[in-house]
């Protein structure tokens, strides 16, 4: 019982990431509601983090996984796991990844930032998993 608990708890940290800016947005499960936070240059990207992790005392982190329309890994893909990889070897929080198709194109297209597509990646993962 105690680790439902725990889950309804969790703070959650969406990553919307990209080679010039990285959208993040936040949730915490207990509400299942995400909230666009920031834009943030590639160069800050680890500060950052660290900062979130220690001041909004973060749980759980789902980053964005580009594929392919036809659900295929491409070369955007490898650089995210390659990012996630070096993230999970700074941080003890569990890192998990969400198909992030179309999230930044409904952003765009409603005139929103990578913050916002973070929200709908993080949106998803949300209502899919609590």
């Given at each position: 019982m105690e680790n439902v608990s725990n889950k309804k708890n969790q703070k959650i940290l969406a990553i919307d990431y990209g080679q010039s800016k990285v959208g993040l947005a936040l949730a915490d499960a207990e509400t299942k509601i995400a909230l666009p936070l920031t834009v943030v240059s590639f160069n800050n990207l680890r500060s950052k983090i660290e900062d979130l992790i220690k001041s909004e005392e973060i749980d759980k982190i789902v980053v964005g996984l580009p594929l392919g329309l036809n659900g295929q890994e491409t070369r955007q893909t490898n650089e995210v796991q390659a990012f996630i990889e070096d993230l999970r070897s700074k941080t003890n929080v569990e890192i998990v990844t969400e198909d992030e198709r179309l999230s930044t194109a409904?952003?765009?297209?409603?005139?929103?930032?990578?913050a916002v597509a973070a929200m709908y990646i993080l949106q998803s993962y949300l209502d899919r998993n609590y």
């Open positions: 409904l952003a765009k297209k409603q005139g929103k930032d990578d």
